[in-house]
């Protein structure tokens, strides 16, 4: 599991994943326990997810405003 374990750590940094989430599901890839590394990986991609909603309101509400301006001034 060498070259996936390596995809799945090199993934995580990019997505800037905390280091000890990261380590465990190396780890838990390494080992062979494949519940756990996809755990790991739904994990972070919820916060993932989370972060891109969060985005996505900011720039609706920006957008709201855009709107507003150009129709009340």
């Known amino acids: 599991m060498g ?3 390596r995809d ?4 995580l940094c990019e ?3 905390d280091a ?3 380590r465990l599901a190396r780890c838990s890839c ?3 326990r494949v519940r756990e590394t996809k755990r790991a990986l739904l994990d972070e991609r919820q916060r993932l997810v ?3 909603r969060a985005t996505q309101r900011g720039i609706d509400s920006i957008d709201h405003l855009l ?3 150009s129709t009340e001034m």
């Open 67 to 69: 709107h507003r301006v």
């Open 20 to 22: 000890e989430h990261a």
């Open 15 to 17: 997505c800037a994943c």
């Open 30 to 32: 390494e080992e062979g």
């Open 3 to 5: 070259e996936l374990t």
């Open 50 to 52: 989370e972060a891109m």
């Open 8 to 11: 799945i750590e090199r993934c």
